[in-house]
């Protein structure tokens, strides 16, 4: 078989033979990146208006864009927790938008199962600014237009960044189902 057709053992996850995905891996790598991506706030950068996107919540959207049934309903609520251990807002906040999030993502994927990336890139945009205007407001700031601008350059990064961050999710989600050699 191996002189008709090297490849025959193989597929694009790896080799077949003695070769499994590992549930670890498959399941516990979204977790990981999402908790990851929310210590973000620990970079020593340091800058007089809010620039840094949340990256937790951008790679909470990006998994839940590609792989919709992957992350249970009520992950918001721990990843959400942890965001908020680490973003410096108040206690709940992370956990409300993070929570909310996960269920409106799930309407909208039972109303439109099937989308495209400029679909999936208009919902995240629409996610991120709710996201940002909200904890903004959660924050104890001022709802006024001068809190809006200071935010508004957080905003378009975060609306230009969500792209790269779903390139970013898709080679994951190819090292989260990658074949590693099964014991027994």
């Known amino acids: 078989m191996e002189r008709l057709n090297p490849n025959a053992r193989r597929d694009q996850f790896g080799s077949k033979i003695n070769r499994d995905h590992s549930p670890v891996l498959a399941y516990g790598l979204p977790w990981v990146t999402i908790l990851l991506a ?3 706030p620990l970079l020593p950068i340091i800058a007089s208006a809010p620039l840094v996107p949340p990256l937790g919540y951008l790679f909470l959207l990006a998994w839940r864009v590609l792989r919709p049934g992957l992350l249970p309903m009520w992950a918001g609520l721990p990843l959400g927790f942890f965001d908020d251990l680490y973003s410096g807002q108040p206690l709940g906040s992370g956990i409300l938008l993070f929570s909310l999030t996960m269920i409106a993502l799930d309407l909208i994927e039972v109303r439109f199962p099937w989308r495209g990336f400029w679909q999936d890139w208009g919902v995240a945009a629409i996610f991120c600014v709710l996201y940002l205007i909200l904890s903004a407001l959660f924050s104890g700031s001022a709802p006024n237009w001068i809190q809006l601008t200071l935010i508004l350059p957080q905003i378009l990064i975060t609306i ?21 050699r099964r014991i027994g």
Request: hydrophobic share 60%; aromatic share 4%; no cysteine.
């Open 160 to 180: 230009m960044l969500f792209p790269v961050v779903a390139q970013i999710v898709s080679l994951l989600d190819r090292v989260r189902l990658t074949r590693v």
């Open 38 to 40: 929310s210590l973000t």
